[in-house]
């Protein structure tokens, strides 16, 4: 069955360093997203990304944090200068190309630790 | 207010036992309505997904939406301790990339 993978699985970094989380969406899939969860507390919605360019974005998505595809089978989240409250597990979601009849499938997250 | 609304339990059930995990959500037009269930330190896995109100049965799982009182429900039947998990609603807008908004998630435990 076809899922979403991300790598690193666990992420620890300096505070003020560069990171960038890695996801490979299910193949035949359009639409990309990445969540994330401070332990504790609720999943959290961060970008959304179609056709090339972001669809919708939250107000924690500041210009910390970039989006990119750079080929066809890879998106990632960069978070620049990286802070303590970054903390968090980061999920990537992808869901399919028929658009409002389909959901989003998550992968297993990247657990990013901030010292 | 809060967009959606779930109690965060915890919930301790006998094995066999029926569970019922409710959320309420604020905005009339969330069209779109899921269950996720999340274990310790994993990703969200999609249970169940169910359009606008009604129910949807799969297996074990029965999912509920009523629109008109805002609530969405997701039974489980002869419950297993497999199923000790965190069990999080969601709810979006129609539009195919739209946002999923989550519930705080019910921390479910079913015990031998």
């Known amino acids: 069955e076809p899922e979403v993978t991300q790598t690193p699985s666990h992420q620890v970094t300096q505070m003020g360093q560069e990171v960038i989380l890695r996801c490979v969406p299910i193949s035949n899939h359009l639409y990309f997203y990445w969540y994330r969860q401070i332990l504790g507390q609720k999943v959290e919605f961060l970008v959304s990304f179609y056709n090339n360019e972001i669809s919708e974005k939250s107000e924690i998505f500041d210009d910390q944090f970039s989006v990119e595809r750079p080929d066809g089978s890879n998106f990632t989240l960069k978070i620049r200068s990286t802070k303590l409250e970054d903390s968090a597990m980061y999920f990537c979601?992808?869901?399919?190309?028929?658009?409002?009849?389909?959901?989003?499938?998550f992968g297993p997250g990247t657990r990013l630790l901030v010292l | 207010q809060k967009e959606v609304e779930q109690d965060p339990g915890p919930l301790s059930v006998p094995e066999g036992a029926i569970v019922s995990l409710n959320c309420t959500y604020s905005n009339s037009a969330f069209q779109y309505f899921m269950w996720y269930r999340q274990y310790s330190r994993k990703g969200p896995e999609l249970l169940m997904y169910?359009?606008?109100?009604g129910n949807k049965e799969d297996g074990r799982f029965t999912a509920q939406v009523d629109k008109s009182s805002k609530y969405i429900s997701l039974f489980i039947r002869d419950s297993q301790p497999s199923d000790s998990a965190t069990y999080l609603c969601a709810t979006r807008f129609s539009g195919g990339y739209n946002k999923l908004i989550f519930g705080a998630g019910t921390r479910l435990a079913v015990h031998p």
């Open positions: 979601a992808s869901s399919g190309a028929s658009g409002g009849e389909e959901t989003q499938y």
């Open positions: 169910t359009y606008s109100s």
